[in-house]
């Protein structure tokens, strides 16, 4: 289970402030453009349907949808999923549209339904994360691994500061190990950022 500091409502007001930033700004958002360039990925497998239907596990604010709408809609539907109350109250604040609900990992069902699963720093959390990753490739054919940080050992597990200043366990992947889970069944492509220790990944299931 993630971390109970997560749900807290400082936490989200926080995270909020950080999103309404990203927002005003949104052509120069580098995590906007590198999450497009992973959706660019599967563009050729969605472009006869009518609508692709997304979701975001761990969607924090859920500004991710809100660019996704208002940049692709009608070709994309948007569901947000979080395990804190708060997050989903500002999510919902901010795009009141969006479709959003709380609900903890392991119980997100029906993932097959959704065209394309994502996740942006959300599974690092886990207490197992190595787990919760294969239980999420098991279930979806199209998935992107958003702003994975990596590290140049093996996957270790960090303390780190919380946006209020609080504490929580994160992991830092080892992209070997991303990458040997993955390509069991999923074929991998790789967007590295500028700074080379976090990347995007977009996984597309094998026939």
Not at 175 to 183: C, G, N, Q, T
């Amino acid at each position: 289970m993630m971390s109970d500091t997560w749900k807290g409502k400082d936490i989200a007001a926080a995270q909020r402030l950080v999103v309404d930033g990203e927002l005003a700004a949104l052509k120069q958002s580098r995590a906007l453009w590198m999450l497009f360039r992973a959706l660019d990925v599967f563009a050729v497998d969605l472009v006869e349907a009518e609508y692709a239907k997304i979701i975001d596990i761990g969607c924090g604010c859920g500004h991710y949808g809100w660019a996704l709408e208002s940049l692709y809609f009608p070709r994309v539907h948007y569901w947000g999923v979080d395990f804190s109350e708060a997050m989903i109250d500002q999510a919902r604040d901010l795009h009141p549209a969006g479709r959003f609900c709380c609900c903890d990992f392991y119980a997100i069902q029906d993932l097959w339904r959704y065209e394309i699963v994502m996740t942006s720093q959300c599974i690092e959390y886990l207490e197992e994360p190595l787990e919760g990753l294969s239980w999420l490739l098991a279930q979806a054919d199209r998935v992107i691994l958003h702003k994975i940080r990596l590290t140049s050992g093996p996957s270790k597990k960090v303390t780190e500061p919380t946006y209020c200043g609080e504490t929580a366990d994160v992991l830092l992947w080892n992209m070997d190990e991303i990458l040997r889970l993955a390509s069991q069944l999923h074929s991998v492509q790789i967007f590295p950022w500028p700074s080379r220790k976090i990347v995007t990944l977009a996984l597309r299931r094998r026939d």
